[in-house]
């Protein structure tokens, strides 16, 4: 009887621990998910605003967001890029003076609506820059990643306008993955700003 007791009891336990662990997992699961999916809408309404400002396709916006910073307005690049967009001092800059918020300061940057509103008219520039080829933003997203001296190297013949010639002759293994990775991004996120 004493066996059958413990043997039961054991198993009460087991059952017990083994959902007490499902539920634990569960739980972590379901706050990773709200937390990705937080972050990732948050900022839509001023990707929205910046990307109808500039008259930019606020999919791609929002895909250069998520590769650049994965929504952290915070975010601080390797080589001093800033914010939402990963922004250089000179763009920001560019940008400022053409908007006339002239000096800007750096912390501005950090403001999701400055940094989105700056990035997204960078990203019109290099798309107006490109718009002789067959994609300006495969151009554009080579030239914001890799900057305007490399894209004007694998950028040579036929690589020139045509942008599966481009994309093929990038130097850059990152860059081809960033392009891709932005591009896909891009046609997923088409469907939230229809």
Do not use: C
């Not at 300061?105 to 509103?117: G, V």
């Not at 554009?140 to 990643?145: E, F, G, K, P, W």
């Amino acid at each position: 009887m004493r066996g059958t007791r413990r043997q039961a009891t054991t198993r009460l336990l087991r059952r017990g621990l083994a959902f007490t662990s499902l539920l634990v997992v569960t739980g972590g699961l379901v706050a990773w998910w709200w937390t990705t999916d937080h972050r990732e809408h948050q900022h839509d309404g001023v990707i929205r605003a910046a990307a109808l400002r500039y008259g930019v396709d606020p999919a791609l916006v929002k895909a250069v967001v998520w590769r650049e910073s994965r929504f952290d307005a915070r975010a601080r690049g390797q080589a001093g890029e800033i914010g939402l967009m990963q922004l250089t001092d000179a763009a920001a800059q560019e940008w400022a003076e053409s908007e006339g918020v002239y000096p800007l300061p750096e912390e501005h940057l950090l403001s999701p609506r400055t940094n989105t509103l700056a990035g997204t008219w960078y990203l019109r520039k290099l798309l107006q820059r490109y718009a002789q080829t067959d994609q300006p933003e495969v151009f554009a997203l080579a030239d914001y990643n890799a900057g305007r001296g490399n894209v004007l190297k694998w950028a040579k013949g036929q690589s020139a306008t045509n942008s599966a010639s481009f994309h093929a002759g990038i130097g850059f293994p990152s860059t081809q993955a960033y392009l891709s990775a932005v591009l896909e991004r891009r046609a997923r996120y088409r469907e939230e700003f229809r």
